[in-house]
């Protein structure tokens, strides 16, 4: 159900919606939208939604044409923030002001950077990119010109791109990779098995080990350049040589002019170590320092994917808790409408009594078919999280009720996240490698100093041969490189500027995040109270709009708002546990403990 209040004054018309929006309340919603909707720039338009519990599909739809129309629309609820902000941000504009507005970008961006502006990017298409637009054209002007276009149009393509990778790394930690096949019990899953197959089985978290793998492989190859390079062999040589190839065919020596054929056997060994290399040895310590912060960083995605099954397990739980709710509203309906049926065939009720609980009935039972389907679908999410096996049944064996938490002060948390949290250790290891890569391109202009040697051998058969050797050791400077070096020192100084404002925004990040949490908590916890006042409250009132008529003092309407009004506020209230639990599960999260105090946090068993 849907309940739509409107009211207007001059300066300002307010909408206040209450209840869910769903088909088929979007259409009433639309057509009371364009019959009283007044597009005036001088009047405020206030769409309040902190009613709403549940939007679809085409609610979305509905709230992005009223966006586009003037509507402010306000909430506080998680949920319908997170509805919100997607309606906000998709479909801006026509087709034909975001293409205008893309060529735009281009050609701001190619100016900015042909005319000196310093561009940092990190992804292959991104720097390919801004390359061409920095390389000066040649040829004719068109050429020139067309040639600028391209590449404003291939930069802002890769910024677009590398948004979408960004986007597809994030959206990693929902996938997973099933483990094996399915069984035919159902499985009873509790929280802490979901976390833990979700660890090991969850797509994002198998990346990222991966990625701590290649980041041990480039250390070993870093540290292969300071160790000695052994090698050792053998062979059987059969040769025949023409010494007219060298020029010797015209001497009168008695020597012939073909040698051979002729054999010989060798078997050699040979060594080669590098003495001092300043920059090898400081790509070697900022290999090993960024393997490092690929193992914080592969810590940092257990902790998201962490937050992700929990709160797909929640989703789950407040799924089924709207089933038994919406369950009780059916028999709640079904109950008042087989009485107002009796009281119609007993001929003291009016024929619109029955119909008036039957379309109540009706719509319960929509309302519970739906909460079924989100019910199936939130299954599916975290089976899809954790990598059960596909097709596989399995219920929740764990509850989590309301439980509150030991209250931190925000300078308490704030000094456990910049302490706990993976990401923000793996940012400043990466700010220290990038220091240490920098010094190792400043270290290319230092000498080198380097032994080689070998022993072999040799002779026409192994035991007719001797030995020989060669020994060799230098030092190289290198005295002019054309610039490589500069280029080096240059690109390697702004990584180091990029690493170290990534790692500044990531500290305000946390910041944000810590204290986002405790607001987000505060409120959680006060709204759960209210709610189950509301709660309270309804059910009285609908126990007493039922004596009343039953004696016959009302008539079935004041029954029907009165569940309407329970319904709300059984929504209002398993939306406010929801915004709680997972509130706590934010804030562990924030404070980078999420993988190893989830539990503490949730108050599961």
Sequence with gaps: MLKISFSEIPTEEKW??????????????????????????????????????????????????????????????IYIKHILENVTTKGKGSALN????????????????RFGAQCIATGVYIKHGFERLAIKGKGSVLNRLTGFFFAAVVA????????????????????????????????????????????????????????????????????SNLLPQVSAGASENLQQVNLATFGLNGLRTGIPTVVGPFSYSSVDASISQTLFSYQSIQRFRAARTAEQAAQLSYQDILDVVTLTVGNAYLQIIEASSR????????????????????????????????????VQLHTEEYN????????????????RAIGLPLGQ??????????????PLTTAEALDIAYKARSDFRSALNSQKSAAQTLSAAKGERYPTVAVNGDYGDIGPTFGHSHGDFTFQAGIRVPLFTGGRIKGDITQAAAELRQRKAETENLRGQIDYDVRTAFLNLNAA?????????????????????????????????????????????????????????????????????????????????
């Excluded at 049944?393 to 030991?406: K, M, V, W």
């Excluded at 189950?532 to 059910?539: D, F, G, I, R, S």
């Design 16 to 77: 206040i919606l209450v209840g869910r929006l769903t088909e088929p309340w979007v259409r009433e919603l639309r057509t009371s939208w364009k019959r009283n909707h007044r597009t005036a720039k001088e009047r405020a338009c206030i769409v309040d939604l902190n009613e709403i519990t549940f939007v679809d599909k085409s609610g979305e739809r509905l709230l992005r044409v009223m966006a586009r129309e003037g509507a402010q629309c306000i909430a506080s609820g």
């Design 98 to 113: 975001r293409l205008t507005g893309f060529f735009f970008a281009a050609v701001i961006a190619a100016f900015a950077v």
């Design 156 to 223: 802002v393509f890769a910024v677009l791109i590398g948004a979408a990778t960004a986007k597809a790394q994030n959206t990693a930690v929902t996938g997973s990779v099933p483990s094996g096949p399915a069984s035919d019990q159902a499985l009873e899953l509790t929280l802490r098995d979901a976390i833990k197959m979700a660890l090991r089985y969850n797509l994002g978290a198998i990346e990222s080990g991966e990625n701590v793998q290649i980041a041990r492989g480039q250390r070993l190859l870093a540290l």
């Design 323 to 358: 089933i038994r709710a919406q369950e009780a509203q059916v028999q709640n309906a079904r109950a008042l409408y087989d009485r107002a049926v009796d009281q119609v065939q007993a001929g003291t009720a009016p024929r619109i009594e029955a119909t008036r609980t039957e």
């Design 368 to 383: 519970l078919s739906i909460a079924r389907n989100n019910f199936g679908v939130a299954k599916l999410a975290l089976g």
């Design 393 to 406: 049944q399995f219920e929740l064996a764990d509850t989590l009720p309301y439980s509150d938490i030991a």
């Design 525 to 605: 916890k006060e709204q759960v109270a209210v709610a189950k006042q509301n709660v309270e409250l309804a059910n009285e009132s609908l126990a007493r709009s039922k004596d009343r008529f039953t004696s016959g003092v009302t008539d079935s309407v004041e029954v029907v708002q009165a569940e309407q009004a329970l319904a709300s506020a059984n929504d209002q209230y398993i939306t406010s546990l929801y915004n709680h639990n997972f509130s706590k599960l934010s804030l562990a999260r924030a404070l980078g403990v999420a993988r190893t105090n989830y539990e503490q946090y949730l108050g599961a068993k």
